[in-house]
């Protein structure tokens, strides 16, 4: 499974989807707010309203509620199309409301922009469009349309043409700015949680393959049973071949061979996890092993290493972590899907700091998604003219984005340029001129010898079954 496919399958399939509860609790409250609107309204303004058809309207929601908890089960969740139906009602009654108790000129009219929030939050943009339109024309029909707001004494409750004219307007804006402002900020939330869950994957996926010495653990405890059992026929033969001293020798070398045997693979069941060489591994070693899977896809991709002076032969030992070698791996396969032919791949190192740049011979980052690089599901159509631009995956920013968030977890700082535009080597001349990514660590973070946390020194123990 792919982090694309992950992200959707976890995040975006069913981040429209909401407890029916919830939405029945906030019906609950509009209830109970309008029954007592109207009430206090008549007993203490005597303002005249039309009081069967109000509480009729707020007797259907509820009823409405009632069905809902008797009918649904209490985990009974939503989907889009049943959430924009009930969020469609509740638009429906407010704005039926507003028009027997004074459309406009009424103050609680404010009280539409909830269902277009509502929907904005938590539905798709269609449906999110639907309701916004919808709450625009009911609004603009309730300006001529409604009944006039009459107390005791016969007098009509009419605010200044004006007045209605600029609380139209207000309306009107407040419904395009909220709704378009909730849409972004709930889509950019979905898009962030499916991200981050794509990258969890990700990294529980290198983790898995950083352990896979598990899997020599679980064929050492396999392989057990028939070394033992060679053990022990070689015991039996080496006190049955008493009177044939060289056979009895080779007998004792194939005991000694599969005790042999034995240890060694005791001590390399552990090599996934406690090993403490291959919790670390030179700077250069840990790059070839992030870029080995992009050799053989017909790119030339070169390596380069460029010591301070005075560190020309103490190349960094770092800590070999997951994050480091599939954030690489990413950086890789994005410059090795946009090269033409070549990709350079540059390793600096000093006292201080340690620095990785990766650039290929392409076309370099688009100048308007310079700013934007590193967020994911980012989406940019290819034109007719670039078929094939971007292979393998769609071009969402979600590998980048989990190559970033990955990096930067580890005490990395990325940046994102185009190498015609900026002068960050040296070594490769007029060449250089496609999309450049620098990953820069203070050394400390991860030199694995004298950083912040050193691998433990000493000898590896075979583990005892």
């Not at 049955?240 to 194939?254: T, V």
């Not at 069941?269 to 060489?277: I, N, Q, V």
């Not at 103490?314 to 396969?333: A, D, F, M, T």
């Not at 490769?428 to 010898?449: C, F, M, N, Q, Y």
Request: negative net charge; contains cysteine.
């Amino acid at each position: 499974m792919s982090e694309t496919t992950f992200g959707l399958m976890s995040g975006q399939e069913r981040s429209h989807w909401i407890r029916l509860r919830t939405l029945i609790l906030l019906r609950w409250v509009a209830v109970v707010g309008q029954a007592t609107a109207i009430g206090v309204a008549q007993s203490q303004y005597d303002l005249q309203l039309s009081v069967l058809p109000c509480y009729f309207a707020i007797g259907i929601s509820a009823l409405a509620n009632l069905v809902a908890l008797i009918v649904f089960p209490e985990n009974k969740r939503l989907s889009e199309f049943q959430n924009f139906l009930m969020v469609l009602f509740d638009l429906l009654q407010l704005c039926f409301l507003l028009y027997m108790t004074g459309g406009l000129n009424n103050p609680f009219a404010l009280l539409i922009l909830g269902p277009v929030t509502i929907s904005a939050s938590v539905m798709g943009l269609r449906s999110t469009l639907i309701i916004g339109t919808s709450a625009i024309l009911l609004t603009t029909l309730l300006v001529p349309f409604h009944i006039p707001l009459e107390t005791a004494e016969g007098e009509i409750l009419r605010m200044p043409t004006l007045f209605v004219f600029g609380h139209w307007c207000a309306l009107v804006i407040a419904i395009l700015f909220i709704g378009a402002y909730s849409y972004r900020i709930s889509a950019e939330i979905r898009s962030m949680s499916d991200a981050l869950a794509a990258t969890q994957f990700a990294l529980s996926r290198e983790q898995k393959l950083t352990d896979l010495g598990g899997v020599v653990a679980a064929a050492a405890h396999e392989l057990g049973t028939p070394l033992a059992t060679i053990k022990l026929t070689s015991s039996e033969l080496i006190e049955e071949l008493e009177d044939f001293p060289e056979l009895q020798d080779d007998a004792r070398l194939i005991r000694e061979q599969a005790d042999r045997c034995r240890d060694i693979l005791r001590g390399m069941g552990r090599a996934g996890k406690d090993d403490l060489h291959l919790r670390q591994a030179p700077l250069s070693a840990l790059v070839h092993e992030a870029a080995e899977p992009h050799f053989d896809r017909g790119k030339d991709i070169r390596f380069s290493e460029h010591p301070a002076e005075g560190d020309l032969m103490n190349q960094p030992s770092v800590l070999r972590k997951p994050e480091i070698i599939h954030g690489l791996r990413n950086l890789v396969q994005n410059a090795v899907d946009f090269a033409h032919s070549k990709v350079w791949i540059e390793l600096h190192w000093s006292a201080d700091l340690i620095t990785l740049r990766i650039c290929d011979d392409g076309d370099g980052f688009p100048g308007h998604l310079l700013g934007r690089l590193g967020d994911p599901f980012m989406r940019r159509r290819a034109s007719q003219s670039e078929p094939g631009r971007r292979p393998g995956y769609e071009g969402m920013g979600l590998g980048l984005f989990i190559a970033k968030t990955l990096l930067e977890r580890t005490g990395a700082r990325l940046e994102f340029a185009n190498a015609r535009d900026v002068r960050h080597s040296q070594s490769l001349g007029a060449e250089l001129t496609g999309a450049l990514v620098v990953v820069t660590w203070p050394r400390r973070k991860i030199d694995a010898v004298r950083g912040d946390t050193p691998v433990p020194g000493g000898h590896n123990r075979p583990i005892e079954f």
